[in-house]
């Protein structure tokens, strides 16, 4: 059984700065976990715009605090969020990602599991890291 509180996250290598300070991620569960996925809280900071493009990855993101939006590249489609939606990059959507008037808590799982080495590139991608 896997057992862990946010509090053994934070300060580790298990927690990930952006690097404008856009969002920081608490990798909960990673693929070393071998759990099949990958279990993360994500702040997004209020006023932030983040580009992201997962083309590696599917993710399923639950709102539990705050509030943004998620701008659809593909066609310009804008989705409010606030606690208790939830969104899912089911066909490795392309967006930007919106803090809103307040930080957004947001509860994410990836599958392929993040290694919790990855980093967005210049397109807001993650490799696909295999060892880990």
Same mark, same amino acid.
């Given at each position: 059984?896997?057992?862990?509180?946010?509090?053994?996250?934070?300060?580790?290598?298990?927690?990930?700065?952006?690097?404008? /300070?856009?969002?920081?991620?608490?990798?909960?569960l990673l693929k070393n976990? /071998?759990?099949?996925?990958s279990f993360h809280e994500?702040?997004?900071?209020a006023g932030t715009k983040?580009?992201?493009?997962?083309? /590696?990855?599917?993710?399923?993101?639950?709102?539990?605090?705050?509030?943004?939006?998620?701008?659809?590249?593909?066609?310009?489609?804008?989705?409010?969020?606030?606690?208790?939606?939830?969104?899912?990059?089911?066909?490795?959507?392309?967006?930007?990602?919106?803090?809103?008037?307040?930080?957004?808590?947001?509860?994410?799982?990836? /599958?392929?599991?993040?290694?919790?080495?990855?980093?967005?590139?210049?397109?807001?991608?993650?490799?696909?890291?295999?060892?880990?």
């Amino acid at each position: 059984m896997i057992v862990r509180h946010i509090d053994e996250i934070r300060g580790t290598q298990r927690e990930v700065q952006a690097p404008r /300070n856009q969002w920081v991620s608490r990798r909960m569960l990673l693929k070393n976990d /071998n759990m099949g996925f990958s279990f993360h809280e994500t702040i997004i900071r209020a006023g932030t715009k983040t580009h992201i493009h997962y083309r /590696n990855h599917l993710e399923a993101v639950y709102c539990v605090a705050g509030n943004g939006r998620i701008e659809e590249i593909k066609n310009g489609t804008v989705h409010e969020i606030r606690d208790g939606v939830m969104y899912a990059l089911n066909e490795h959507d392309e967006h930007f990602l919106y803090g809103g008037s307040e930080d957004m808590r947001l509860i994410c799982v990836f /599958n392929p599991p993040l290694t919790g080495k990855e980093v967005h590139d210049e397109n807001g991608v993650y490799p696909l890291v295999t060892d880990g």
